[in-house]
């Protein structure tokens, strides 16, 4: 683990260079990852609309910054990500003004589908679901992960599974629409409750 971990970390990116290759490969019609297709590139246009917008508006509540404060030894947030992910794109935002707050927390992204094995070590429910966030210490051995949704939106996701057996896009429209109301306060509070 330790090695696929290591791995990772060497090809990582800071969020700033992440967003920058997101939006340079927008600009040559791609999205990230090896599957590239209409889809994927529409959803990465509007995750990257997304993203600027929220890495202006997010506002981190007092408990967030107060208990941030507290993170006293190194720790480096690994996320694995996507340009074409919404949940990411509602997500990256917010967990980048967090780790700003504190200089102890050195965050760095590295790409899904670049980073399988990575990825397959942190699944969710059997699924290579993202974001997911791997708290590693100054050993890089893991703490905490957290991801690929804040508690809220995964019950929204259990429930509507439950009763309609998938997904669909109506699904996705409600789920959007509770991610602009909430402002990341749900992932500020998960991201809090992860610290501790």
Same mark, same amino acid.
């Given at each position: +683990? ?7 970390? %060497? ?30 590139? @529409? ?7 997304? +993203?600027?917008?929220?890495?202006? #508006? ?5 408990? !967030? ?10 720790? #480096?947030?690994?996320?694995?990500? &996507? ?6 794109? %509602? @997500? ?11 200089? @102890?927390?050195?965050? $760095?992204?590295?790409?899904?589908? &670049?980073?399988?094995?990575? +990825?397959? =070590?942190?699944?969710? @429910? ?14 890089? =051995?893991?703490? $905490? #992960?957290?991801?690929?949704?804040? !508690?809220?939106? /995964?019950? +929204? ?5 439950? $009763? ?11 789920? %959007? ?7 990341? =306060?749900? /992932? %500020? ?8």
């Amino acid at each position: +683990m330790k090695k696929i971990i290591q791995n990772s970390l %060497q090809k990582a990116l800071s969020y700033n260079e992440y967003r920058n290759l997101v939006s340079d490969l927008l600009a040559k019609g791609k999205s990230t990852g090896s599957n590239q297709s209409n889809d994927l590139l @529409n959803y990465s246009k509007l995750n990257d609309k997304r +993203m600027k917008r929220l890495d202006k #508006t997010v506002k981190l509540t007092e408990e !967030t910054l107060a208990k941030i404060k507290d993170v006293k030894e190194p720790q #480096t947030w690994l996320v694995l990500t &996507e340009g074409w992910c919404g949940d990411a794109a %509602q @997500n990256l935002p917010v967990i980048n003004k967090v780790a700003e707050e504190n200089p @102890n927390i050195n965050l $760095k992204l590295v790409l899904r589908d &670049e980073n399988l094995e990575l +990825m397959d =070590e942190f699944l969710t @429910n059997g699924g290579r679901s993202i974001p997911k966030l791997i708290a590693l210490n100054k050993e890089n =051995e893991v703490i $905490k #992960t957290w991801g690929p949704r804040p !508690t809220t939106a /995964t019950k +929204m996701v259990v429930d509507y599974k439950e $009763k309609h057996g998938s997904l669909d896009a109506d699904f996705k429209t409600d789920l %959007q629409v509770w991610y602009n109301k909430n402002k990341g =306060e749900n /992932t %500020q509070e998960d991201i809090v409750s992860m610290l501790q």
